[in-house]
């Protein structure tokens, strides 16, 4: 059994999104023949707020490791965790290296300066290590009138920094090619000299099970009746709004066939804390559905409420963008929360043929920016057949086999397997 000593600044019980990419990973690797241990900083440095809930859903056997950091308070100097946590992170990187050495040091980001402690790790102890983008650490050049200043020179330091991360890396994964696309065309030597493997973030239906015994209640719904009730949750992508304008202008048109139908949007603000930073409203508000068709709830809820609102929604509502990368996570989600899916997609998604070939749901789909008419003219006889679809589906009938691929246990399976070949390569096999 080989070791890999995973680094996550952030875990359970934070609250951040992130956490869960490491969570995920650590359920299943040891099927794959790698036993993972768990590096992050201890939970008393998180400034995010707690919930304990989600250690339920960490695997009991795991071993997590947890360093202190340079405190915020009373004075804040600094705040993000890869930078205060950074040399107690280091010094136990170094410290697993002398007592039981890990085959190799396995860095998620963000925090994007934790993908420095590669670097020095493996020149202090020879163990190879990977870097897994979460999100692009460098993000494209735009005005500093436009961004702030301290934007601005975090960008500015991290393509600065990030050649220097990725100086000796031996594995670049993310959580889709896109994302460490620009790392290689900034560092055109890394594709001669890493291993590359993209795994979304997958699904497990173990934390739908552990929701459903918390028995929570989806308060965001209360007081709010409903015929029909269609839940989207989750960012917004940016190259989704146009789809999104043109379904709410198809309504709009014929608002009586959606009465008594609402669309339920949940964590789609601007910034993930901020319950006035509306995306969706304007739009709504613009085709008169705002508080009738339409709601929104900016703020992102924990990942269990979440869990708790689509399975207490009537539907799963999936809106994809006008670039064809869409994959069928949030779907595996939907399905494992025993709803069927209304999905509007790029036609070139791979979401579409697992939707329609599982028998989870209906799909309209579309093709790129200057085809959005297909949406407005189909959008309403779609959710008709839909909502004909709803009557008699069966979550017991789905087909799961199109889904494997986005479980976090196969997700494990092609990190295991990246590893091996990053380990492999480095020893000259």
């Not at 613009?286 to 990942?303: M, Q």
């Not at 959005?372 to 003219?377: C, K, V």
Request: with cysteine; net charge neutral.
């Amino acid at each position: 059994m080989k070791k890999v000593l995973i680094v996550a600044p952030h875990f359970p019980p934070s609250n951040l999104a992130g956490v869960h990419r490491s969570r995920l990973l650590s359920l299943h690797l040891q099927e794959f023949g790698w036993e993972p241990v768990l590096l992050t900083v201890h939970h008393d440095h998180y400034e995010e707020n707690l919930d304990w809930r989600l250690t339920r859903l960490v695997p009991v056997a795991l071993r997590i490791e947890r360093v202190g950091a340079i405190p915020t308070k009373p004075i804040r100097l600094v705040g993000d965790i890869g930078i205060r946590g950074f040399l107690p992170m280091l010094k136990r990187i170094l410290h697993n290296a002398q007592s039981e050495r890990a085959d190799f040091i396995y860095i998620t980001i963000p925090s994007n300066y934790a993908a420095l402690l590669g670097r020095p790790a493996r020149f202090l102890t020879g163990i190879p290590y990977g870097i897994d983008y979460i999100d692009p650490w460098v993000t494209p050049l735009e005005p500093l009138e436009k961004i702030g200043v301290k934007a601005w020179l975090s960008n500015w330091l991290a393509r600065l920094l990030e050649p220097v991360a990725v100086r000796h890396v031996s594995l670049i994964t993310g959580v889709a090619e896109r994302y460490y696309d620009g790392v290689l065309e900034r560092n055109p030597q890394l594709l001669d000299k890493a291993v590359l493997a993209a795994m979304p973030y997958g699904a497990a239906p173990t934390d739908h099970d552990a929701a459903r015994k918390l028995a929570l209640a989806p308060y965001l719904f209360s007081g709010q009746p409903a015929a029909m009730r269609l839940c989207y949750a989750g960012a917004m992508l940016p190259r989704a709004f146009g789809p999104l304008e043109t379904i709410l202008q198809a309504i709009s048109e014929k608002s009586k066939s959606c009465e008594g139908v609402k669309f339920e949007f949940i964590g789609t603000g601007k910034r993930p804390d901020d319950p006035e930073g509306f995306n969706i409203r304007p739009l709504a508000e613009k085709y008169g559905l705002w508080g009738t068709v339409v709601r929104e709830h900016p703020a992102r809820i924990p990942y269990l409420d979440v869990l708790t609102h689509l399975e207490a929604s009537d539907a799963i509502f999936i809106l994809g963008s006008t670039e064809p990368h869409y994959t069928p996570s949030k779907v595996f989600q939907a399905v494992l929360s025993r709803r069927p899916v209304f999905a509007v997609l790029h036609e070139a998604s791979t979401a579409v043929s697992i939707i329609r070939e599982s028998g989870a749901g209906i799909v309209l789909t579309f093709n790129g920016d200057h085809d959005l008419s297909t949406i407005r003219e189909g959008f309403l006889p779609a959710f008709q057949e839909f909502r004909k679809f709803c009557e008699t589906f069966d979550p017991l009938k789905v087909n799961m086999d199109g889904f494997e691929a986005y479980s976090a246990r196969n997700m494990a399976k092609v990190l295991a397997k990246a590893l091996d070949q990053a380990l492999e390569r480095v020893n000259g096999n």
